[in-house]
């Protein structure tokens, strides 16, 4: 499966905003009593290690945290965003933004935490076990990672790594299964429930603010070097348009995540009610932008002549956020996502 991002990190317009604004802020638990996934309250006053040990199956073995962590590592972005949801701030992450600047989703959340800046390690040559095990960590988050492979037997010495039961997990668990396996091991049960409730909640709130969205199909399109990908395939999990009402076209059966690209004289099969491409590689992409919009078929599409089309951004992290979602970036996509798509079911 090809996606949608260079960087290393393997949703009526104004009202609808306002709206969100108020629903969404961010989704991190604080301070408030709520029922665990076992639907048992959470004791306001019980001890630090109340519910410990934690043990946890993963795909090498298994993993026991016997106290409740206090010191956070983490090993991805995902690992990351599932801290600072939880309202941990870890005490070392990966670079993921090599300098550049950090998406908007995860500084609001590191705002509220008032973390300032996250101390990184350099990933570009991979994990740095060294720094990692320098800052003595309680625990090390690996729900994300796709070098846990080769990671595993060098964090475990460091500390317990809570990672997937199934190596096949590193690409096919929803970030909501990710958080609440993490949340176990954290001791945060009712807060990652509480962070997916209140995602769920606002997905809700801006659907019921755009019933226009309910049954119109879509196709949502990458642009990659090598191909077009048809990525609103059949199999692929139901993401944020499904979330705000859009359904999948008939095509999109023709289409996995092994066989997704779209040829030049088939363009036609990106037709729907709604059609939506990002660029990630600009001009380096099969098509530029100007090729493919000028392009004499592509121009041809109901949805392209009638205005029902609409280019996501790939610069403010729409595009990546999209194909990689998380306890962050869950809510931030429904918030970007809802006026775009609002815009092009109107064929504005």
Not at 209 to 220: D, I, L, N, Q, S
Not at 260 to 281: H, R
Not at 310 to 321: D, H, K, Y
Request: glycine share 8%; hydrophobic share 40%; aromatic share 6%.
């Amino acid at each position: 499966m090809h996606h949608p991002i260079t960087s290393r990190r393997p949703a009526r317009a104004l009202a609808a905003v306002a709206a969100l604004a108020a629903c969404l802020g961010l989704l991190t638990a604080c301070g408030e009593d709520e029922a665990d996934d076992k639907g048992a309250p959470a004791a306001s006053g019980a001890p630090a290690t109340a519910g410990f040990p934690v043990k946890l199956p993963n795909a090498w073995g298994s993993t026991e945290v016997k106290e409740k962590p206090v010191k956070v590592a983490t090993v991805s972005d995902g690992d990351t965003a599932i801290a600072l949801a939880l309202g941990i701030v870890p005490v070392i992450t990966p670079d993921v933004e090599d300098g550049g600047e950090v998406a908007a989703f995860k500084q609001r959340a590191i705002d509220k935490l008032g973390a300032g800046e996250l101390k990184t390690y350099d990933d570009t040559d991979g994990t740095a076990y060294e720094d990692i095990a320098a800052e003595e960590p309680d625990v090390i988050l690996g729900m994300g990672s796709w070098s846990m492979q080769a990671d595993y037997a060098k964090l475990t010495p460091i500390a317990p790594v809570v990672t997937f039961t199934d190596k096949k997990h590193a690409d096919t668990l929803t970030w909501e299964e990710r958080l609440r396996t993490a949340a176990r091991a954290l001791g945060r049960t009712a807060e990652a429930e509480k962070v997916i409730r209140d995602n769920d909640r606002a997905a809700k709130a801006a659907a019921a603010a755009h019933p226009e969205f309910k049954g119109k199909t879509y196709t949502y399109a990458v642009v990659h070097p090598e191909q077009v990908s048809f990525m609103s395939y059949a199999d692929q999990d139901p993401g944020p348009f499904e979330r705000l009402g859009f359904t999948k076209t008939g095509k999109a059966r023709g289409y996995g995540p092994d066989k997704n690209g779209v040829s030049l004289e088939n363009l036609d099969q990106l037709d729907a009610d709604v059609l939506l491409v990002t660029y990630p590689f600009g001009d380096k992409g099969v098509l530029s932008p100007k090729e493919l919009e000028g392009n004499k078929l592509f121009r041809s599409l109901g949805a392209v002549k009638n205005k029902h089309f609409a280019v996501l951004p790939s610069e403010n992290s729409l595009a990546t956020a999209i194909a990689y979602p998380d306890a962050l970036s869950a809510p931030w996509v429904t918030e970007q996502l809802t006026p775009i798509l609002a815009k092009a079911v109107a064929g504005e």
